[in-house]
């Protein structure tokens, strides 16, 4: 049974639109407007991370004991690997792409099993992915599955994804489904407090927004720039979704944290400073990000910026708990 435009559409999670063409479905996570601030901008690298698969997943029901498909990569981070995950009734069952290698085309078949399951299929946050040819069995049931609550994540690289080697174990996907929220990332690597790029509302109303910038910010402005963008993001934040709870988390740790900056004081006085300008602005709870990550460096891919697998699983556990008791 080859799904339909339609169907494609209603069991497809994390996209503000999907466009076809020639039989290929093209996912994308930014709203046209959003991704066009970065263009205007002249950030033509930042616009092409727009298109990356960033939290974007298939999550259906269904008696199909097999699914397959067709997917294009196309470039949407600086990353050059690509994986997927697959998920048979909240398990992890497959995960498979490309390791160091420029992959551009390729096609998956999955053995899922007999009897009704739930399944999900978490596509690369590296490259943008466009599918084609998405198939089960012939006379198979298919019953999208939705989340009970919708969610935005807003951040750069590390919301992005960089480094996970599983796409489904990101802080963004990873939270999102500890709060039971469909996500949309809107991670972008190397991306600051830009409240120009809040052009528009996404299509679907979140509850629960997270917003984790900071870190470029301190790295590569100064603490005047950040005085009027950041409390001027999230000022946008509660015009576009007055009824969302939103919560600003400050940065994580880093291995250079000490190091003089244009920003003036060291990265982990940057939570207090967003204490100072947010504490007025409505639906916004502070969070701080500081020891969320191990401050060690085996927890990071890189050894100093970006969490690996094991430093996101802790860097959710440790945010869910801190929403938990906020709430």
């Not at 174990?169 to 489904?177: K, Q, V």
């Not at 939570?271 to 085996?298: A, F, Q, S, Y």
């Not at 910026?305 to 959710?316: K, S, T």
Request: aromatic share 12%; hydrophobic share 40%; net charge negative.
């Amino acid at each position: 049974m080859l799904l339909n435009a339609e169907q494609l559409r209603a069991i497809t999670r994390g996209v503000t639109r999907i466009e076809e063409e020639d039989g290929w479905f093209r996912l994308f996570r930014f709203t046209e407007a959003q991704a066009k601030f970065y263009a205007d901008e002249g950030r033509e690298g930042d616009y092409k991370k727009t298109f990356s698969a960033s939290g974007v997943r298939l999550a259906f029901r269904t008696d199909s004991r097999n699914v397959s498909f067709r997917y294009r990569l196309g470039w949407g981070s600086s990353r050059v690997f690509a994986w997927f995950d697959v998920y048979v009734d909240g398990a992890m069952v497959s995960h498979f792409g490309s390791d160091g290698e420029e992959v551009k085309e390729g096609s998956a078949k999955l053995v899922l099993g007999e009897g009704e399951k739930n399944v999900e299929i978490y596509l690369p946050w590296s490259k943008a992915t466009a599918l084609s040819d998405v198939t089960l069995d012939d006379g198979a049931s298919l019953t999208p599955l939705r989340r009970k609550h919708t969610m935005i994540c807003f951040g750069d690289s590390i919301t992005h994804g960089y480094d996970a080697i599983y796409p489904s174990l990101s802080y963004a996907t990873s939270i999102a489904r500890l709060l039971d929220a469909d996500v949309t990332d809107k991670g972008i690597g190397g991306d600051r407090f830009c409240p120009q790029m809040l052009r528009d509302a996404d299509p679907d109303t979140p509850d629960i927004i997270t917003v984790a910038y900071g870190t470029n910010d301190w790295s590569g402005i100064t603490m005047d720039e950040f005085r009027q963008n950041c409390p001027a993001f999230y000022r946008r934040l509660h015009e576009l979704y007055p009824e969302a709870r939103i919560y600003a988390l400050s940065p994580i740790w880093r291995a250079d944290c000490a190091k003089k900056t244009a920003f003036g004081i060291p990265a982990w006085e940057v939570h207090d400073l967003m204490k100072e300008l947010c504490k007025d602005i409505p639906n916004v709870t502070l969070i701080r990000g500081w020891n969320l990550v191990p401050h060690h460096k085996n927890f990071y891919s890189d050894f100093s910026l970006h969490p690996n697998d094991l430093g996101f699983a802790l860097y959710a556990q440790n945010l869910y708990h801190e929403i938990m008791n906020a709430d």
